[in-house]
């Protein structure tokens, strides 16, 4: 069973709406303690995490960047984490990539805690 399956993604003009969707597997999900979310990787740049949904408590982690224009939500019944992308810009431009910590979730997200990834989806925002 493949832990997390990613889709959405695309291209769009800078204003624009995108979303995401991860699914994670029924016994990833099952851990006491779960953080998942999106990270991002634009050409030249580091891996940044963009929103993080802290899956017991229900906080959420943003990316100054992305505050009031991204929302990220989750969906239990469906072990789903959603990324909801809203007025765009060409800085939103890059892979995007879910991961899923299932140990220790730390604010602000640590890489290094996040031990599953998704295959990563590509995000193009035209101007």
């Known amino acids: 069973e493949v832990p997390l399956v990613e889709s959405g993604g695309g291209s769009v003009q800078a204003g624009g709406s995108l979303s995401l969707s991860c699914a994670a597997s029924r016994y990833i999900w099952r851990s006491s303690s779960i953080c998942m979310g999106w990270f991002r990787q634009a050409p030249g740049k580091e891996r940044e995490a963009v929103a993080i949904?802290?899956?017991?408590?229900?906080?959420?982690y943003y990316a100054d960047s992305v505050k009031g224009r991204f929302t990220i939500s989750q969906d239990k019944a469906l072990n789903t984490v959603y990324l909801q992308m809203s007025s765009t810009n060409t800085e939103a431009t890059a892979m995007y990539y879910c991961a899923l910590g299932a140990s220790v979730c730390t604010t602000p997200p640590l890489e290094s805690e996040y031990n599953h990834w998704g295959q990563g989806t590509q995000v193009t925002v035209s101007s």
């Open positions: 949904e802290y899956i017991r408590s229900g906080n959420k």
